[in-house]
């Protein structure tokens, strides 16, 4: 996104033009909803879609990285690949790719790989600060080759909370930057069970919910509107949190 549309766009939204705006015009997208508003307010404060999140040093480390959310799925399929010692787990790459994968632990791990040290932010009040590391998404997504629709990358789970899937989505912005990795290992050790065992997303421009953990596939899509509840996640399915969740 270019600071100068945002720009535009706020000024059209403080006048009142929004919905004029955006019914027509090349500010549709821009300005479609709510969401737009919060990353342009986020680039107006001087915090671009594409920079760094801060990255921390080895002391910095948190003595122990909490678990929220699922932490200990009971579904059939996950408990079968956690007795296995998730040998035979496979990550998908599938949708508007032009070669779909899937991809084992093995292969994850003789990509090129991209270690950090981050702070993770839960929107419920506390952050832990822990290493990651892992093949970054965009190397994933280059070798599935995007189709020229694909607009949202979406990660599917093996977990379900309160009887529904667990799942997010990002744009395109966040799955290429260079700190969206498919992390298999925190503190140098393979993925604890409540910290998403055995891959799951670091997305570290944005809160904790949208960090996807017991990771099976991710998928290339156009728009989010057909899947589950059309909001892009599973908290933004239930109203609670906002897609677009930037730090
Ligand atoms: N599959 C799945 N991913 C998830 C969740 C979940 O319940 N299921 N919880 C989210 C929330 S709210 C947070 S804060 C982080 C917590 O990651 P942690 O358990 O490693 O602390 O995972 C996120 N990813
Ligand atoms: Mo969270």
Redo the contacts with the bound molecule.
């Keep these: 996104m270019k600071r100068r549309s945002v720009l535009a766009g706020l000024t059209a939204l403080l006048s009142g033009g929004c919905s004029k705006l955006a019914e027509t015009g090349p500010m549709s997208s821009l300005l479609a909803s709510a969401e737009d508003w919060n990353r342009g307010l986020h680039d107006l404060m001087g915090r671009e879609r594409g920079a760094l999140a801060r990255e921390f040093a080895p002391d910095d480390i948190s003595p122990t ?7 200990d799925p009971q579904e059939p399929d996950y408990v079968r690949h956690a007795t296995a010692g998730f040998a035979d787990w496979r990550l998908a790459v599938t949708g508007l790719v032009t070669t779909p994968l899937s991809l084992s632990l093995a292969e994850l791990k003789a990509m090129p790989q991209r270690t950090q040290i981050t702070r ?1 932010d ?3 009040g506390w952050s ?1 600060i822990g290493q990651w590391k892992g093949p970054q998404l965009s190397l994933l997504l280059e070798r599935a080759g995007l189709q020229e629709q694909a607009r949202f990358i979406v990660f599917r ?1 093996a ?1 379900k ?1 309160g009887g529904s899937q ?1 799942y ?1 989505s990002v744009d395109l912005l966040d799955a290429f930057h260079p700190q969206t990795i498919v992390a298999h290992e925190l503190n140098g050790e393979p993925l604890p069970v ?3 065992a055995p891959l ?1 997303m670091r997305i570290e421009r944005q809160l ?2 949208k ?4 990771l099976t596939g991710i998928e290339a899509v156009a728009s989010l509107d057909d899947i589950a509840g059309g909001k892009g996640g599973y ?1 933004e399915d239930r109203g609670n949190y906002q897609w677009y969740a930037g730090i």
Aim: glycine letters at 14%; one cysteine or more; proline letters at 0%.
């Design positions: 990285f909490r678990g929220n959310g699922s932490v993770h839960c929107v419920e832990a789970c977990d909370l667990y997010e409540k910290n998403g799951r904790g919910y960090h996807a953990k017991y908290w």
